[in-house]
């Protein structure tokens, strides 16, 4: 899932899960593999709408041509707002090149707790390397 990291801390769980849920609801047949085989949950951020927007091009754009994306992905809107907020989708390892440069969601490298996540972050790396998830 991607959010924006303009929203307050509260909002960008808030808005992740809105759109998580709304494509396990739109995809209800990828949801269940998902659940069966990975469950594996990655947030990233990025600045604003408007970048979210770009994102939201490249499944459609560059991505979806040259690296023959086919992902399945729901971009929420937020009425309370008015405001696209979240973006959720399946993506293969293959895929995840296109949106390794996206940093984590909800990033704090103040906190101790940074090095997990940073660890999390050159996962995505590998994977997007071609590399895979080394078990």
């Known amino acids: 899932m991607i959010t924006r990291d303009d929203l307050s801390p509260g909002y960008q769980l808030t808005q992740s899960a809105h759109a998580t849920t709304q494509w396990a609801i739109d ?32 499944f459609t754009g ?6 023959n994306i086919d992902a399945q992905w729901t971009l929420f809107h937020e009425p309370d707002i008015n405001e696209h907020t979240a973006i959720a989708t399946l993506l293969s390892e293959e895929q ?10 909800l990033l704090d490298t103040s906190d101790p707790r940074w090095n997990r996540e940073h660890e999390i972050q050159n996962v995505l ?6 590399e895979g998830v080394k078990k």
């Open 27 to 58: 995809y209800p047949e990828e949801a269940a593999i998902w659940a069966e085989n990975s469950s594996v949950l990655v947030a990233l951020a990025v600045p604003d709408e408007d970048t979210l927007l770009e994102i939201a091009d490249r």
């Open 62 to 67: 560059y991505c979806a041509i040259d690296q």
């Open 96 to 105: 995840w090149h296109c949106f390794v440069e996206l940093p984590l969601a």
């Open 125 to 130: 790396r590998s994977l997007s390397n071609g």
